[in-house]
């Protein structure tokens, strides 16, 4: 079965070839993603790494080597700036801080470089015509950091001095723990979108060897060697992508390091992938694929027959809506003073509502339609969306996960103003609708080619009984948008109602970036299922003619 599986992946038949691509493509997007965000959290720990010691505060004021006090208000050139004054209180062997060729006596100054380009406007300052040094890369957070450190003889204590025990104390700085939290955040609202990427890239291949496996179960073949078969196709398809994703990360690395987020933007060496995240991303990416591909595949194990007959598959429930109130109590039970692992519990939950739940709203939307339906484009429209509302909603479930996140964080735009924190938050906000809407739009094309694919053989069948392709194609695109608006606007609001139940009901945002933010949800989303439906339509189209 091994070598059938691997015959099939290089001969994969009438569509295989298209539906190949499409779930490698969507595979190579995932592990991009998962390598981004792999490699960015890595990179906040080297970063916190360098200027942790900045932070340290642990140690006992009669035993510390040094006191610190940091201002980070101070300004150069209109450019925000930090000035560390560092007093040595015990004289000791240890290595300078990192960055530094020694610890600053009293009176000595040292710059980064970008303080040294500007250092003619602070010279007077600090009574010196030229700084002491210039702290290298090793002791900075990032090459456009702006900081003075300058050795004092004492620090009054009514400023309120850090005590340090060693200028290389493992501590975590306190802007990129801030940081990292958020990270984590940002990881569990853009995890569904992803899985769901990943489910679509395993099921559009899944879909075409659908049938094909099924008369392979009913010439003989087991259910064990049906699901193996599957498997090795899956995971040479998968294995590829991820290598090919891993591969576009590495192309990418000095753009994405011009991300200017914590304080500048990034050394490439901080974000450059290890080894261990190159096998993490080599077995994770494909081992969750080949699970989502022996999910899909469970009604050929079970009963191949129905398959091969076209049967109709069984519908959804309405006992799904329960699950619509889970998240939003949990999110206002704890509210955002909690622990972090309950909130994440919380937004999961939600999110999965909103995947559980998104097949049943489908399915009464085209109930609606094939009542209400005055022509053949929205009776065919209607019945697709009930014969099958599963994969209906499929196509745009990433799309509706998105509507989701947008809806969240639209109730936390931070207001306008220069402070760090603020200026990161924004930053962070739009990577994570970057990442959103990039995995959206390989979720929904990759979807839209494998419902192309799935769909062929009743749009076959109604070209062959007179129905002009013009009307198919125009009922599929309304089958693919009709989902979007009904389904994906609602979401928003829940996804809105959720940030509000965690905030205790109240709005951060000020002014009108949180609507400006939702419009943009909604423009992008209708430019996504346009850009999808042409990459079906040719599939859909071919895959007919026969």
């Given amino acids: 079965m091994t070598d059938l599986g691997l015959r099939f992946v290089r001969r994969p038949g009438p569509g295989g070839r298209a539906a190949n691509l499409a779930a490698l493509g969507a595979t190579a997007v995932v592990a991009l993603l998962v390598t981004f965000l792999i490699a960015g959290s890595l990179g906040l720990s080297h970063r916190s790494e ?18 610190l006090n940091l201002d980070d208000d101070q300004r150069v050139d ?11 209180l015990k ?3 240890l290595p300078p801080p990192p960055g530094l060729d020694h610890t600053p006596k009293p009176g000595e100054v040292f710059v980064s470089p970008q303080v040294a380009k500007h250092w003619s406007s602070l010279s007077a300052k600090y009574g010196a015509a030229q700084p002491t040094g210039v702290i290298s890369a090793k002791g900075l957070s990032s090459p456009e950091e702006f900081i003075v450190i300058r050795g004092v003889q004492t620090i009054p204590a009514d400023e309120h001095p850090q005590y340090v025990s060693s200028w290389h104390e493992k501590v975590w700085d306190s802007r990129m723990l801030g940081l990292l939290i958020a990270v984590a955040f940002g990881i569990t609202l853009v995890l ?12 559009v291949a899944a879909k075409r060897r659908e049938h094909r496996l099924a008369a392979l179960r009913l010439a003989g073949a087991t259910r064990t060697q049906v699901l193996w078969l599957s498997a090795v196709e899956q995971a040479v398809l998968a294995l590829v992508g991820a290598v090919v994703g891993l591969v576009g990360y590495t192309v990418l690395s000095p753009l994405i ?51 091969v007959r076209g049967q109709t598959r069984k519908g959804v429930s309405v006992l799904r809506i329960g699950l619509l109130v889970i998240g939003p109590v949990i999110l206002a039970y704890y509210g955002m003073q909690a622990a972090l692992l309950p909130l994440l519990i919380g937004i999961g939950f939600a999110a999965l509502a909103v995947r559980v739940i998104g097949p049943f ?87 839209a080619v494998g419902t ?19 009307v198919i194609e125009r009922s599929a695109r309304v089958a693919a948008v009709v989902p979007v608006i009904g389904v994906g606007l609602p979401v928003v609001g829940f996804g809105a109602l959720c940030g509000l139940a ?33 990459a079906g339509a040719p599939v859909l189209r071919k895959a007919s003619a026969n």
Avoid: C
């Fill in 50 to 67: 360098r200027i942790g010691w900045r932070s340290g505060d642990k140690a006992d004021p009669a035993t510390a080597i040094g006191a």
């Fill in 78 to 88: 209109g450019h925000r700036m930090t000035v560390l004054d560092l007093a040595t």
């Fill in 91 to 93: 004289p000791n062997e």
């Fill in 192 to 203: 569904f979108p992803i899985l769901s990427l990943v489910g679509q890239a395993a099921g």
């Fill in 257 to 307: 390091a011009r991300i200017p987020l914590g304080g500048g933007r990034w050394y490439v060496g901080d974000i450059t992938v290890n080894w261990w995240t190159v096998i993490v991303v080599l077995v994770a990416v494909p081992v969750l694929s080949v699970v989502s591909a022996l999910i899909g595949l469970g009604r050929v194990s079970i009963t191949p027959l129905g398959v």
């Fill in 361 to 447: 709203a489908v399915q009464v939307v085209g109930k609606t339609m094939a009542n209400l339906a005055n022509g053949p484009v929205t009776l065919l429209a209607g019945r697709r969306l009930v014969d099958d509302p599963k994969g209906a909603f499929r196509p745009v479930a990433a799309l509706v996960l998105s509507g989701f996140v947008t809806g969240f964080i639209s109730v936390f735009m931070p207001p306008g103003d220069d402070d760090p924190s603020f200026h990161d938050m924004r930053i962070g906000v739009a990577l994570l609708l970057s990442l959103v809407f990039l995995t959206v739009a390989a979720s929904t094309a990759a979807g």
């Fill in 452 to 470: 192309a694919l799935d769909q062929a053989a009743p749009a076959r069948a109604l070209r062959r009984s007179g129905v002009p392709l013009k």
């Fill in 502 to 534: 965690l905030s205790g009901g109240k709005v951060i945002t000020q002014g009108s970036s949180g609507v400006l933010l939702l419009i943009g949800q909604v423009v992008a989303g209708l430019v996504l299922v346009a850009v999808a439906g042409a």
